[in-house]
């Protein structure tokens, strides 16, 4: 009996797992059309500022319905770390650096290098990152550079410098929430979020003029309350979910898959074409995912075929011994 109930708790985690990365690949890989959508008449860091702050009440108000406790100033401050590294420093870099003229393809490939940075801290912390990991880390940076070869690589060196820091500041706040004491799940989104929030409202504060949002279209505001309900309730929760209970590798595989999602999301809502690039891409992604997914059974598989391979040469021996004359 205990051995079925174990079974059945393996399958519950492995389908939760399942969901949260489909979750994370699809919903995050339609934000970029929302997010194009939004900015049209919307400012950049206000719509992320405002957006993160409300998010966070959210969360806050399903927190203490399900009654936890409100963090302790311990896990504010680690909360304000993991917030203000991922929602105020990568998101702002992000939308500065595009601002100082990154062209769209630089900033998809260069997003790509989040999980290598995140599987860097989590090895240098004592975790153990497979080789096979690795080896779909790589993978999939090369898919999403081929998906990539399409946009505008233009850059400036002030541009290139945010640019890199984006997916840098997003790995080391993922890697914090997984180190860091911090509340019960959703007390700890309400917390990074209201605080990653209130910094990037005070920034936006300095560049953007408030009135500016009574001047966003319909349309934006629509993309918004996706980005908020889909993009951050729940994608993002269930990417931070995935950095508890999964590898490193595993929960930022994320940053090459989005690529691919974003262009079919292109190609059937914005009209886009596909080119060869794409033919190139797509298997080498899916060939990094199963490196990621299942690189451990292919490790143990490896090995357990050169443990039944017969060492070089007996077979010789054996041949010989057969044709010696009596």
């Known amino acids: 009996m205990p ?21 994370v690949y699809i ?9 194009g959508i939004a900015v049209q008449t919307m400012p950049p860091l206000l719509m992320n500022a405002i957006r993160f702050l409300c998010a ?12 936890h406790a409100l963090p302790t100033a311990v896990q504010w401050r680690n909360s304000a770390v993991v917030g203000g590294c991922m929602v105020f420093l990568a998101m702002n870099l992000m939308g500065f650096a595009q601002k100082m003229g990154i062209g769209s393809g630089l900033m998809a490939t260069v997003v790509t290098t989040m999980p290598m940075w995140l599987a860097l801290w989590s090895r240098w912390g004592g975790e153990r990152v497979p080789v096979t990991s690795w080896i779909g880390l790589a993978l999939g940076v090369v898919g999403a550079l081929l998906l990539a070869l399409e946009g ?31 509340p019960a799940p959703a007390m ?16 936006a504060l300095c560049f953007e003029p408030v009135s500016a949002l009574g ?9 918004w309350v996706y980005l908020l309900f889909f993009g951050t309730l729940v994608a993002l929760n269930a990417y931070l979910w995935l950095l508890q209970n999964t590898s490193a590798a595993l ?3 994320y940053s090459f898959v989005n690529p691919a999602v974003a262009l079919l ?27 990621i997914l299942y690189g451990k059974a292919l490790q143990a598989r490896w090995s357990r075929r050169g443990e039944m391979a017969p060492p070089a040469g007996r077979g010789k021996r054996a041949d010989c011994r057969l044709t010696r004359p009596g």
């Open 3 to 23: 051995t079925f109930f174990n079974a059945q708790a393996g399958n519950r985690r492995v389908w939760a797992i399942a969901i949260a990365l489909l979750l």
């Open 27 to 35: 919903v995050w890989g339609t934000t970029y059309f929302a997010i």
């Open 56 to 67: 966070g009440a959210i969360m806050l108000a399903v927190a203490l319905w399900q009654g």
């Open 152 to 182: 505008d690589f233009s850059a400036t060196w002030l541009g290139a410098l945010l640019a890199f820091g984006a997916p840098l500041c997003w790995s080391i706040g993922s890697y914090a929430s997984r180190r860091l004491s911090l």
């Open 188 to 203: 700890a989104s309400a917390a990074q979020w209201f605080t990653g929030g209130a910094m990037g409202l005070v920034v």
């Open 215 to 223: 001047q966003v279209s319909a349309k934006s505001w629509a993309a």
């Open 251 to 253: 929960a930022g595989s």
């Open 265 to 291: 999301v292109g190609v059937a809502l914005g009209g886009e074409l596909l080119t060869g690039w794409v033919y190139a891409a797509l298997p080498l992604i899916g060939l990094a995912l199963v490196f």
